[in-house]
C-alpha cells in the first residue's frame, strides 16, 4: 500500500529486516519472500532509482537461483529484471529474444504478462520490431479476461508501440483508457496519453497535460524522471516542435535519467521512464 500511494520514506531501512523475517520464518525459496523483494525492487523503479532496481532485481534472482528455484519458475522475475536493465540502457536483446520464445511456448500462466515484459523492455531498448513480435505471441492465443479489457496491459503497450509507428490516432485511442495502478503508475499514465496527444497536436493535449500535472503525488521529491517527461512535453507543446533550444533542452535532461551512457530513447515508452 506503501508503494500504491507514493510514500516511499522508510522503505529502504524497512525492506532487509522483513526480507530476512521472513526467510526465517518461511525458510529459503518461498513466495513470500519473492514477493516482498519484487515489492522492494518496484519501489526503487517508482522513484526513478534504476541502477539500484536492476541490483535488486539481479540479486533477487541470485538468491532464488541459490535456494533452488527453477529457472522457468521465475519468469516473470527474469523477464521483469530484463526490462529493468533496458530502462537503465543497458538492454540485452539476446536474453530478451530467448525469454520471447520460452514464454511463447507456454500455454498459461506467466505467459502474457511475460510477454508484454519482453515487449515493454524492447520498446525501452528502441526495438520496435521485437516489441511487434513479442505482442503478436501474446495475440496468437485466447486473451485472458483482464488482457482482453480496455485499458488493461496489452492495451498500454500497444498503443506505446502504434507511437512509434506514428499510428497517433490508434495509439491516443489505447492509451485513453489507460489508468495505472497506484499514484506514479497514474501519473505516468497521464503522460503517456499526454505524449500522443503533443505529438499529433491534438487540441485535448493542454487538458491531459493539465492533468498529468495535478496526478502527481505530492510525496515525491523534485526532479523525479516523469517531472523531466513533463517538463519537455510542456515544452514541446508550447513551441509546437522539436527543434527549439527550449525543447532540446528538456530533452537531453529526459534521455540522461536513465543512466550513464544509455541511448537516447524513443518515442515508444522513452526508454522505459513511463511506468
Excluded: C
Excluded at 23 to 46: C, I
Excluded at 149 to 174: C, D, F, H, I, M
Excluded at 218 to 234: F, N, T, Y
Amino acid at each position: 500500500m506503501l508503494t500504491l500511494n507514493a510514500l516511499f520514506d522508510g522503505i529502504d531501512t524497512r525492506a532487509a529486516p522483513l526480507l530476512a523475517d521472513i526467510r526465517s520464518k518461511l525458510g529459503p525459496g518461498n513466495d513470500l519472500a519473492l514477493q516482498a523483494a519484487t515489492g522492494r525492487a518496484e519501489a526503487l523503479q517508482l522513484q526513478g532509482r534504476h541502477a539500484q532496481e536492476v541490483r535488486t532485481r539481479q540479486a533477487l534472482l541470485d538468491g532464488a537461483s541459490a535456494d533452488g528455484l527453477a529457472p522457468d519458475s521465475l519468469l516473470i522475475y527474469r523477464a521483469e529484471l530484463l526490462l529493468a536493465q533496458a530502462r537503465l540502457g543497458q538492454p540485452d536483446l539476446n536474453a530478451l529474444r530467448a525469454l520471447m520464445t520460452e514464454a511463447a511456448a507456454l500455454d498459461g500462466g506467466p505467459r502474457g504478462r511475460s510477454l508484454l515484459l519482453v515487449a515493454d523492455a524492447a520498446l525501452a531498448a528502441g526495438n520496435p520490431a521485437l516489441a511487434a513480435e513479442a505482442v503478436q505471441h501474446v495475440r496468437d492465443k485466447p486473451l485472458s479476461p483482464a488482457l482482453a479489457l480496455p485499458g488493461s496491459r496489452l492495451a498500454k503497450v500497444e498503443g506505446r508501440l502504434a507511437r512509434t509507428r506514428g499510428e497517433l490516432a490508434r495509439s491516443a485511442e489505447l492509451l485513453s483508457q489507460v489508468r495505472g495502478v497506484g499514484r506514479v503508475h497514474a501519473w505516468g499514465s497521464r503522460l503517456d496519453a499526454a505524449l500522443t496527444a503533443v505529438l499529433r497536436g491534438s487540441p485535448e493535449a493542454p487538458a491531459l497535460l493539465a492533468q498529468a500535472r495535478q496526478a502527481r503525488p505530492a510525496s515525491l521529491p523534485d526532479r523525479h524522471p516523469l517531472d523531466l517527461v513533463s517538463h519537455w512535453l510542456e515544452a514541446r507543446q508550447a513551441a509546437g516542435r522539436d527543434d527549439d533550444p527550449a525543447v532540446r533542452a528538456a530533452w537531453a535532461a529526459l534521455a540522461g535519467a536513465r543512466g550513464p551512457g544509455a541511448a537516447a530513447p524513443t518515442l515508444g515508452n522513452l526508454g522505459g521512464l513511463f511506468p
